[in-house]
């Protein structure tokens, strides 16, 4: 069961432009919306991340935007440059007090930004 | 990769022969997790530790077994391969998993393709 819906499969924009990536989630439980960055042969890396709290958080040219009663956010990439270029997923997790954090990941969003 | 070496980094090997994937971390962090990666499906959780000896099991452990003798180290064992446990396997950390939200940092992954 997929419990984060991440749209679209990939993604080519021109250098310049705004990349964006939706996310959809099923589980009202989940209270922290991370976004990874993953460059080709390296792990992931945490990008930006939200909390259900805030209907939006910007970093630089990274923005994401949350939609609590639609059950949606999505990652905004402004100015988008060529070294932008790389796969992008979003998660969704519940902390839980004293233990395990469980971080469901989307499939990802491959994105190229062409000059 | 915040302190986190996987080894190897590239494996290929049978159907029907033992292979074993370490994780090895110098940022004395509590939890330790492996995930695979496959095209379509993102990151999904195989096995976790929250401790020297103590592991669970994540949404894709059939055929996998873990072990942590030692903080640092957290070894990752595939009992007898199939070609279906052909994916990119990532080494995961954080620091105590106690409802904070926390980053994930993740290792540089190990390529694996079993024949």
């Known amino acids: 069961q997929q419990q984060v819906k991440q749209s679209p499969q990939s993604l080519i924009v021109q250098k310049g432009g705004i990349s964006i990536i939706n996310c959809a989630y099923e589980n009202t439980a989940f209270d922290y919306f991370p976004w990874y960055q993953q460059f080709p042969g390296k792990g992931p890396a945490l990008l930006i991340a939200?909390?259900?709290?805030?209907s939006e958080k910007k970093e630089g040219r990274f923005t994401i935007s949350f939609n609590k009663s639609a059950k949606q956010f999505s990652l905004h990439i402004m100015d988008s440059q060529p070294g932008d270029s790389a796969t992008y997923f979003c998660a969704a997790s519940t902390g839980r007090s004293g233990g395990y954090q469980k971080v469901t990941f989307g499939t990802g969003t491959k994105l190229q930004v062409i000059p | 990769d915040a302190g986190i070496t996987q080894s190897p980094r590239h494996k290929v090997t049978e159907t029907g022969t033992p292979v074993t994937l370490r994780c090895h971390q110098t940022?004395?962090?509590?939890?330790m997790y492996w995930y695979r990666q496959d095209p379509g499906h993102g990151l999904r959780l195989i096995h976790y530790s929250y401790g020297v000896k103590d592991t669970d099991k994540g949404e894709v452990s059939d055929g996998y077994s873990v072990s942590r003798s030692k903080t640092e180290d957290f070894l990752l064992t595939l009992e007898s391969a199939t070609s279906s446990q052909t994916s990119v396997y990532f080494c995961?950390?954080?620091?105590?998993?106690?409802?904070?939200?926390?980053?994930?940092?993740f290792g540089p992954g190990t390529r694996l393709l079993v024949l």
């Open positions: 995961a950390i954080s620091e105590s998993g106690q409802g904070l939200q926390e980053t994930q940092y």
């Open positions: 939200i909390r259900p709290d805030v």
């Open positions: 940022e004395n962090h509590r939890y």
